[in-house]
């Protein structure tokens, strides 16, 4: 499931309410482990663009 939802965020990162629309959605279909891998693959892919957005959804979760 990660993975789909890792390709998805690729296909909308260029409109920020679409990614964070999927973001919040991909969240909700990941177990707690691959939240964390999940975690870490969005800082490191999408920090320069969305770090605002990434922060809203990770640091509730931390």
């Not at 390709?7 to 482990?33: A, Q, Y």
Request: proline share 2%; glycine share 4%.
């Amino acid at each position: 499931m990660i993975e789909y939802v890792k390709t998805i965020l690729l296909k909308v990162s260029f409109d920020k309410k679409l990614f964070e629309k999927e973001l919040r959605k991909g969240l909700n279909m990941l177990t707690p482990h691959e939240v964390q891998e999940f975690k870490t693959w969005c800082y490191k892919t999408f920090s320069k663009i969305y770090l605002g957005v990434l922060n809203k959804y990770f640091v509730k979760l931390a």
